[in-house]
Nanobody, 125 residues
Framework: QVKLVESGGGLVQAGDSLRLSCAASGRTFNIYTMGWFRQAPGKEREFVASISWNDGSTDYADSVRGRFTISRDNAKNTVYLQMNSLKPEDTAVYYC??????????????????WGQGTQVTVSS
């Protein structure tokens, strides 16, 4: 089993920055990809970004590319999402997810095996 705990959400103004963290514990040696997803009220959960645990390769949704940066610290088993130039449309609950046993990144939430509890990000205009 893998446990994921997110932190760093909050209320900010448009144009501000936030950094989310996701700490993984348990059988982390099975993890190949870490991802961030978000879900806004009344909308489906959507892919935000992912990173390979091994080589650090990344993938971003078009809506956040150039503003958000995903990174990892293998020694701390932690993944980060640096969010800059935040917009009101970035308001959502942000979830950290881990894809285990399968090599390769994914933008599909059903291909992730473990999920955190989520952290709220609210961007006011």
């Amino acid at each position: 089993q893998v446990k994921l705990v997110e932190s760093g959400g909050g209320l900010v103004q448009a144009g501000d920055s936030l950094r989310l963290s996701c700490a993984a514990s348990g059988r982390t040696f099975n993890i190949y990809t870490m991802g961030w997803f978000r879900q806004a009220p009344g909308k489906e959960r959507e892919f935000v970004a992912s990173i390979s645990w091994n080589d650090g390769s990344t993938d971003y949704a078009d809506s956040v590319r150039g503003r958000f940066t995903i990174s990892r610290d293998n020694a701390k088993n932690t993944v980060y999402l640096q969010m800059n130039s935040l917009k009101p449309e970035d308001t959502a609950v942000y979830y950290c997810a881990a894809r285990a046993w399968t090599i390769g990144s994914s933008r599909l939430d059903h291909q992730y095996d473990y999920w955190g509890q989520g952290t709220q990000v609210t961007v006011s205009s």
